[in-house]
């Protein structure tokens, strides 16, 4: 069982950084996959930044391409989500999720069963 524990989320400026972090406890393989999505109220949730362990490779929103950085200690077990120029529609509650790889898009959430509980951020203009 993997459990995930997201922090780092709060309020900032137009333009400002936050870096979130996501620990996660339990067997996290190197088969495994690890994302960040985004919600807000009334919307579905959605995909910002996710990578394959095994290869390392990345997806990324196309809102979020060169302002936001996805990594992962994997010594810590931890995901990060590096975001800098934040602008108020990146106002959202993020959450942390991981899976076993299925081969589906790393950014759709159906890839994911294991997720955290959120962490607020909110962006002022």
């Known amino acids: 069982q993997v459990q995930l524990v997201e922090s780092g989320g709060g309020s900032v400026q137009a333009g400002g950084s936050l870096r979130l972090s996501c620990s996660a406890s339990?067997?996290?393989?190197?088969?495994?996959?690890m994302g960040w999505f985004r919600q807000t109220p009334g919307k579905e949730r959605g995909g910002v930044a996710a990578?394959?362990?095994?290869?390392?490779?990345?997806n990324y929103a196309d809102s979020v391409k060169g302002r936001f950085t996805i990594s992962r200690d994997s010594a810590a077990n931890t995901l990060y989500l590096q975001m800098n120029s934040l602008i108020p529609e990146d106002t959202a509650t993020y959450y942390c999720?991981?899976?076993?790889?299925?081969?589906?898009?790393?950014?759709?959430?159906?890839?994911?069963?294991?997720w955290g509980q959120g962490t607020q951020v909110t962006v002022s203009s």
């Open positions: 999720a991981a899976s076993r790889y299925t081969g589906s898009r790393l950014l759709d959430s159906r890839q994911y069963n294991y």
């Open positions: 990578i394959y362990i095994l290869l390392g490779n990345t």
């Open positions: 339990g067997y996290i393989g190197s088969n495994y996959c």
